[in-house]
C-alpha cells in the first residue's frame, strides 16, 4: 500500500511488483481499465530501473487485455 501513497523516493523495484499484483488483482475483479493503469504505471518503473525481464511481463499483460 505504501508503494501507492504520493512518492516521496524514487520509484523501486518492489513498486513496480506492487503495481503488476495491482493490475492482476484488477483483472480478477472485472476491472479492466484500473488494471491497464496500473500495468502501465508499472511498466514505466521497470522501463526507468531498466529491468527487461520486468519490462516483458508487463508489455505480455498489457497486450492480453
Known amino acids: 500500500r505504501s508503494a501507492l501513497t504520493l512518492v516521496t523516493s524514487p520509484p523501486d523495484l518492489q513498486t513496480a511488483l506492487t503495481y503488476r499484483w495491482l493490475g492482476d ?3 480478477k475483479t ?5 488494471a491497464e493503469q496500473a ?3 508499472g511498466l514505466q518503473i521497470a522501463r526507468r530501473l531498466q529491468q527487461k525481464s520486468l519490462e516483458a511481463e508487463f508489455i ?3 497486450l492480453a487485455l
Do not use: G, H
Not at 472485472?30 to 484500473?34: G, K, R, V
Open 25 to 27: 488483482y484488477y483483472l
Open 30 to 34: 472485472d476491472a479492466p481499465d484500473l
Open 39 to 41: 500495468f502501465n504505471q
Open 60 to 62: 505480455n499483460r498489457l
